[in-house]
């Protein structure tokens, strides 16, 4: 073992998630590991390690397909950037020309950023150039950044490649608790057609979807937004916007910074009629993203057809007069397109306050499937918790039917933040497979074009609406009206 006059290592130990390695918490290794836990990223884990003897070279072992990286001390930020799942169609040879281009830059060590990116880097010209790279894989790296650059990396990625800031200290990490997973169980043993259900969610209207969007991209010329960047002025345009029609349906909502920079999270709360601890949240995100080189970012489908979603609901709330027995809250995260930074801000501050979320469904892209695939439904295949996957799956097939269900390796939104805190978590997503979009993190991500679908958008907002009323339990004012 290591003697106390040893200088502590500092490394990075990369690993396949599993909630297996958190698990035990008698166990030294597992709770080495949750101390420090710095987040999950394309499906890895990663933790960054001061005290090594708390992983003893046979354990490590264990840890299959793991690796272990030194690290030097340094002020840097550390920024995950991963390759997004997507079909083998949006493969196309100027695409892998630029993850070559990308690659090939990153393995040339200390280049200063922006002399590798034909010297249209935008925001990267005028900040302290550098990049270090620590890790990487044919679809994904670990990079050191200085920390301006690391927020606006997300500018120079090639097309389909996210990335995410890495904290800078380590995060918790709480499996969803039994007791938490036995009442979405509850909730599924009981679950059967309500007719009030049927007729308040489909009082969702298309027309009013499609004049929504056409706002959020400016596509009807009304808002001016060119991007909803988190850094852009049309985020905080868009989300002014937002605020006000969420209230205009009686919900009371705030503007809420968690980064500086960065546009706030729009949180908008219902109050409870019966029960007060418990809370259902649904989400989506309302920033932005465009392709290199370009301002423009309609984000039309990513992820405008959420946030569509989301503020049909509430507009279908008002029309309806529904009143809720637990506390809802509806949330339009912001930086989700920086590695789910508005979500991570919000699921903490309500893990802090112990807060009792019993179900959270993000929307991500539901507007699009390729042509002559059938409307669809697509549920994460790897992080969310899998009991409210199959809440929704069950809710889709009797409110919505039309919608094909299937899982989708496309991974990871705001759900992950309150997944990775313990709070019953999926995600609806618009493939039964991985991303097919053309236009994703494309400025061509408009409303009006060939695979934007704003029914397919109607049925998925349908089910999280109708998954929202179940889960929260609801009052009807004006019940007989909708018989
Ligand atoms: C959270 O809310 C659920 C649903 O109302 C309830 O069953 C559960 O006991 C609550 N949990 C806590 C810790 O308050
Ligand atoms: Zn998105």
Not at 14 to 22: A, D, E, G, N, Q
Not at 95 to 108: A, R
Not at 158 to 169: D, E, G, N, T, V
Not at 217 to 227: F, M
Request: hydrophobic residues 35%; glycine residues 8%.
């Amino acid at each position: 073992m290591f003697s106390s006059s040893v200088a502590p290592l500092s490394f990075l130990l990369l690993t396949p998630y599993s909630p297996v390695l958190f698990i035990d918490n008698d166990d030294v290794q597992a709770r080495c590991l949750t101390n420090s836990f710095y987040g999950i990223y394309g499906g890895q884990s990663v933790f960054k390690l001061t005290d090594p003897s708390c992983l003893s070279v046979e354990s490590f072992g264990t840890l299959e397909g793991g690796s272990l990286l030194p690290l030097s001390e340094n002020t840097h930020q550390l920024v995950w950037v991963q390759e997004s799942a997507v079909d083998d169609a949006l493969r196309t040879p100027d695409y892998e020309e630029e993850v070559y281009t990308f690659l090939k830059f990153l393995n040339t060590e200390s280049l200063p950023i922006n002399a590798a990116l034909h010297g249209s880097g935008q925001e990267f010209m005028s900040s302290k150039p550098g990049v270090e790279l620590l890790h990487s894989s044919a679809s994904s790296a670990l990079l050191a950044v200085d920390p301006d650059s690391a927020q606006t990396i997300d500018t120079i990625l090639p097309r389909f490649w996210k990335s995410a800031i890495l904290p800078a200290s380590p995060v918790s990490y709480l499996p969803v608790p039994a007791p938490a997973i036995d009442h979405i169980k509850g909730l599924l043993s009981t679950l059967k057609f309500d007719p009030v259900i049927a007729s308040t969610v489909n009082s969702l209207s298309i027309s009013q979807m499609r004049s929504d969007i056409r706002f959020l991209t400016n596509e009807d010329g009304r808002s001016g937004i060119v991007t909803r960047h988190s850094f852009a002025s049309g985020s905080r345009v868009a989300a002014d916007w937002l605020l006000e029609r969420f209230e205009e349906t009686g919900a009371t909502c705030e503007l809420k910074s968690f980064l500086v920079g960065f546009a706030p999270n729009v949180i908008c709360r219902y109050p409870s009629t019966t029960e007060t601890t418990s809370t259902v949240l649904i989400s989506g995100h309302y920033d932005s993203r465009g392709s290199f080189g370009s301002q423009r970012a309609p984000g039309g489908n990513d992820d405008g057809s959420g946030t569509i979603a989301l503020l049909n609901i509430a507009r279908a709330i008002a029309k309806t007069g529904i009143t809720f027995r637990s506390n809802v809250e509806l949330v339009a995260f912001a930086g989700e397109e920086q590695g789910l930074l508005g979500s991570k801000a919000y699921a903490r501050e309500m893990r802090n306050q112990d807060a009792n979320i019993t179900l959270m469904i993000q929307a991500d892209m539901l507007g699009y499937h390729a042509p002559g695939e059938p409307a669809q439904l697509g549920l994460p295949q790897s992080i969310g918790t899998p009991e409210v996957a199959e809440l929704v799956s069950k809710v889709s097939g009797i409110y919505s039917p039309e919608l094909t269900i299937g899982y989708s390796p496309a991974c990871c939104s705001d759900h992950q933040s309150f997944y990775e805190l313990g709070y019953p978590s999926t995600q609806v997503f618009e493939r039964a497979g991985p991303i097919a979009d053309p236009m994703y993190h494309n400025s061509g991500d408009v409303s009006d074009r060939v695979g934007y679908d704003l029914h397919q958008i109607r049925s998925i907002a349908k089910v999280q609406f109708a998954t929202l009323l179940h889960a929260a339990g609801f009052d009807l004012p004006e019940y007989e009206n909708l018989q």
